[in-house]
C-alpha cells in the first residue's frame, strides 16, 4: 500500500473518531434536553391535575342538606314504625305471660 493512500485512510479515520465524538456530545446534550423536558412535563402535568382536583371539588354540589333531609326522613320512619311496633311487641308479651 502507498504512503499516500495510508495518510488518506488515516486522515479518514481521524473523521471518523472527530465526528463520532462529536454525536457523542451532542447525544449527551440532547439526553439532558429530554430529562429537563421530561421534568418540566412531569411539573406541568402534576400542576394540571391539582387545578383539575380543585375544580371538580369547586364543581360538586353540597350534599350536606340532602343528608339532612335524609336523616330527618328517617328519624320520622322508626318513630312511626316504633309508634306501630311497641304495643304489638307489648301485646306479644302479654299473651305469652298469660299462656
Known amino acids: 500500500m502507498s504512503?499516500?493512500?495510508l495518510d488518506?485512510?488515516?486522515t479518514k479515520v481521524?473523521?471518523?473518531v472527530h465526528h463520532?465524538?462529536?454525536v457523542d456530545r451532542r447525544l449527551d446534550a440532547l439526553g439532558i434536553e429530554m430529562r429537563t423536558l421530561h421534568q418540566d412535563t412531569r411539573?406541568?402535568?402534576r400542576v394540571l391535575h391539582e387545578?383539575?382536583?380543585d375544580r371538580i371539588a369547586a364543581l360538586a354540589p353540597d350534599f350536606g342538606p340532602i343528608r339532612r333531609e335524609f336523616r330527618e326522613a328517617d328519624q320520622v320512619l322508626r318513630e312511626s314504625i316504633d309508634r306501630r311496633l311497641e304495643p304489638l311487641e307489648a301485646a306479644e308479651r302479654a299473651r305469652?305471660?298469660?299462656n
Open 3 to 5: 504512503e499516500e493512500r
Open 8 to 10: 488518506r485512510i488515516e
Open 14 to 16: 481521524d473523521g471518523l
Open 20 to 22: 463520532a465524538g462529536e
Open 43 to 45: 411539573h406541568e402535568m
Open 51 to 53: 387545578e383539575v382536583l
Open 96 to 98: 305469652h305471660r298469660k
